[in-house]
């Protein structure tokens, strides 16, 4: 079985802009077969973090939520909070973030930012999924009681996942602070002490209080460590390593099936959107963006959510590397932009997982749309 991919490039015209033709791409997807009249539509978003600037830019997303209302759907903009400490990580920090970052009621055409998993993500469902790492799986709320699903997602690269697409945005994304710390909780940290230089940056952004300081050396305490991984990203001088082999395949793994829980409900009603623009190598959950490893592609819809992410990483990886970017490995097209990013990170295994417990499939076809041409005269 092979799914539908609909590919379109950022080239506009007079005839037609960029914003109506992403309007364009998404009837073309089939938008109208997914959403009825009077839908709650969770629109799931990652609004970034203050001082992150490679996240969508709203006027795309006010796009998406006027083509819902369109159809006479009742669209609503959704994150759930973070695990780590940062600007999303409460309610109210969280929609004042997305505020700050342009998403508001009045620049999203009216419609409303609902944190999903409530004031301190604790707003949550327990779904039945079943599966070898999770028997239930806890997802926000505001998201499992929507009628109607469509996923945003920006591609780009991802430290633990490799990269992060649809499935991140929709198993992580979702869940609450309960599920995402059960996603991490096998990703034990260490630190390299040699390179330690006891900043204190680590046990300052902990959210478990889970590292000290002795001796001017940093310590984690494992039965406190929540596995959110804040200290990895927080290292300046990158001490902070993970046991890769044995913990990211299950954190992959467990992200997957907290997909499968927030799509279990919703059959027929999901549509995926990638951005494959500014691919960052790392997440939007940072209050920095790094230069793109490779030049903007476009943007990719369909209603299989294993596809789109294949063929979103499938796009990037037949790209040049740009110069002079953190991606100093296999920079030439065809090479695999997300293994020279993050080498010990075996990315393919959360596609593989993905369709082995029925999410999808791999297996595409990428129908790329053509631009209207110029209006004469």
């Known amino acids: 079985m092979t799914a539908d991919v609909f590919f379109m490039d950022l080239t506009a015209t007079s005839r037609e802009n960029l914003i109506q033709k992403l309007a364009r791409l998404m009837i073309k997807a089939g938008i109208k077969d997914v959403l009825s009249e009077k839908d709650l539509t969770a629109v799931k978003i990652h609004f970034g973090e203050q001082g ?3 996240y969508i830019r709203p006027i795309y997303i006010r796009e998406v939520i006027r083509s819902a209302r369109d159809l006479g759907a009742n669209p609503f903009l959704t994150d759930a909070n973070t695990l780590y400490v940062g600007t999303r990580s409460d309610a109210l920090s969280h929609i004042k973030t997305a505020i700050e970052n342009g998403f508001s009621y009045s ?5 409303p930012v609902i944190i999903a998993d409530g004031i301190r993500g604790k707003s949550e469902t327990a779904v039945p999924v079943d599966q070898k790492n999770c028997k239930e799986v806890y997802i926000g709320s505001e998201i499992v009681d929507a009628d109607a699903l469509i996923s945003v997602a920006h591609f780009k690269g ?4 490799g990269f992060g697409g649809t499935l991140k945005n929709v198993g992580m994304g979702s869940a609450s602070r309960r599920g995402k710390l059960d996603q991490h909780s096998n990703v034990s940290p260490k630190i390299k002490r040699k390179t330690c230089i006891g900043c204190g940056e680590c046990a300052a952004h902990c959210p478990g209080s889970a590292i000290y300081l002795e001796e001017k050396k940093a310590f984690i305490n494992k039965e406190l460590c ?3 991984g804040e200290c990895i990203v927080r290292c300046p001088t990158e001490s902070v390593k993970i046991n890769w082999n044995q913990t990211v ?3 992959l793994e467990k992200m997957m099936e907290y997909s499968l829980g927030v799509l279990k409900d919703k059959t027929d009603k999901t549509l995926f ?3 494959i623009t500014r691919v960052a190598p790392k997440c939007d959950c940072l209050p920095y963006s790094e230069s793109p490893i490779v030049n903007d592609i476009g943007v990719v819809i369909s209603r299989d959510p294993v596809a789109i992410d294949q063929a979103s990483a499938d796009l990037v990886n037949g790209q040049q590397g740009l110069p002079h970017t953190v991606l100093t490995d296999n920079l030439g097209p065809g090479q695999d932009k ?7 990170v075996d990315w393919e295994h959360q596609l593989e997982y993905a369709e082995k417990i029925g999410l999808g499939t791999r297996k595409y076809s990428l129908k790329k749309m053509k631009t209207l041409s110029y209006k004469k005269g």
């Open 273 to 275: 959107i990638n951005f």
């Open 226 to 228: 929540i596995g959110c």
């Open 158 to 161: 991802h430290e633990l996942a």
């Open 249 to 251: 395949p299950v954190f």
């Open 338 to 344: 997300f293994r020279g990013l993050y080498p010990d």
């Open 52 to 54: 992150n600037t490679s």
């Open 107 to 111: 620049s999203m055409d009216g419609a």
